[in-house]
Structure formats: C-alpha cells, structure tokens
T-cell receptor, first 114, second 110 residues
Framework: DTAVSQTPKYLVTQMGNDKSIKCEQN?????MYWYKQDSKKFLKIMFS???????INETVPNRFSPKSPDKAHLNLHINSLELGDSAVYFC?????????????FGQGTRLTVV | RKEVEQDPGPFNVPEGATVAFNCTYS??????FFWYRQDCRKEPKLLMS???SGNEDGRFTAQLNRASQYISLLIRDSKLSDSATYLC???????????FGTGTQLKVEL
C-alpha cells in the first residue's frame, strides 16, 4: 500500500508542450512538497503546501504551477516545457512541527524534454 | 555559502571498514536534522534523525554539534548494501522546508 504515489513514473515530451504530474499521499499528512533533482543529483525544493495552502514557493519559473485540490493531493503542471526542465521530480509529504518532520517521498517522475 | 554542505565523494571503502561523513549547515536557527539515504534511481528515504545528544541505530551513529553547526554520520562494519548516497537534511524551526545537502556517495567494495 503505497504511502506517496506519483504518476507518471516516466514522461518524455517535446519542447513547448504542457504536462502534469500527479501526487497523492495516504498518510494523513498536512504538508506536501515538490522537489526537483537535476542531473547533478541535487535535490531542491520547489513548492510546499500545508493544508492546501501554498507556503513555500522557491524561485521557480511561472511555467510551473502547483495545485492542491485537497491536503492528500498535490499536482504539478508545467507549461511550455524547456530542455532544462529535464530532471526527476519528487513529491513528498510530512507531518508538521518539530519531531514529526520525517518526509516520505514518492518514487519520482523522470521527465525528459526533447 | 550553501545552506547545507557535504563532501560529494565518492568514498570507496572495503567491506567491514568504518566510514564517517560530515555535513555543515549555515542557518543557526535550524532545529531538526536528518540523514536520508538515496539508492541509485530511487527516492530518498529517512535513515535516521539526529538528536542533540547523539543517537545510534545499529551500525549507524549520528552526532550533532550545534556550536560548530555540523552533523556527522558514522557507519561501522560497512556492508555492500550500504552503497548509496547519503543526504544531510536540515529543517529550520517547526516549518515545512527540508533543505538537502548535495549528498555523499558511498561505495563499499569487496
């Protein structure tokens, strides 16, 4: 029974297309995240939502738009895909507050823009 | 200066060796600290939290030095299965932003 699941696992698309990645968690967590892991393996936070509200928005291009219909879901829509968007995108969730902060990650979506 | 810094390695060690990784963080307001493990082409998974008093879990020992703002991970009696990338992770306050280091790659060899 997967705790954090994201789809699709692989996504190959052409430059200029628009694509979405979906994420769902069944852990009852309040907080969900999107992280990007680039070719150098560096994991960088993009967005964080707490109870459907955006609380962290790092310097991410406007082409990236997260959407949280409820606290168990956080989707990521990307417009006008560029070559530099190729990376692995990880969704994660966690509880909040000191001491309950372990984050659980989805399996990742490997996005390749050609 | 990066918020969380680690030596990327790789650290190549023989089976049975003891290996230590260090990590430094820049924000003195950081309150929660973790080590995550990431296998090749997999998602990161929590290895252990790091407490002020230091903590041990089997062959793994984590230490925190707040004065010097560094965290360490010691792995004793390395196994082939320990080969992975070890990520140092810091959270400021009770907030919602986990900041990852770049990771240290460990390769345990026969």
């Amino acid at each position: 029974d997967t705790a954090v699941s994201q789809t699709p696992k692989y996504l190959v698309t052409q430059m200029g297309n628009d694509k979405s990645i979906k994420c769902e968690q069944n852990l009852g967590h309040d907080t969900m995240y999107w992280y990007k892991q680039d070719s150098k393996k560096f994991l960088k936070i993009m967005f964080s939502y707490n109870n459907k509200e955006l609380i962290i928005n790092e310097t991410v291009p406007n082409r990236f738009s997260p959407k949280s219909p409820d606290k168990a879901h956080l989707n990521l829509h990307i417009n006008s895909l560029e070559l530099g968007d190729s990376a692995v995108y990880f969704c994660a969730s966690s509880g909040t507050g000191v001491g309950v902060s372990e984050a659980f990650f989805g399996q990742g979506t490997r996005l390749t823009v050609v | 200066r990066k918020e969380v810094e680690q030596d990327p390695g790789p650290f190549n060690v023989p089976e049975g060796a003891t290996v230590a990784f260090n990590c430094t963080y820049s924000n003195s307001a950081s309150q929660s600290f973790f080590w995550y493990r990431q296998d090749c082409r997999k998602e990161p998974k929590l290895l252990m939290s790091v407490y002020s008093s230091g903590n041990e879990d089997g062959r793994f020992t984590a230490q925190l030095n707040r004065a010097s703002q560094y965290i360490s991970l010691l792995i004793r009696d390395s196994k082939l299965s320990d080969s992975a990338t070890y990520l140092c992770v810091v959270m400021v306050g009770g907030g919602n932003k986990l900041t990852f280091g770049t990771g240290t790659q460990l390769k345990v060899e026969l």
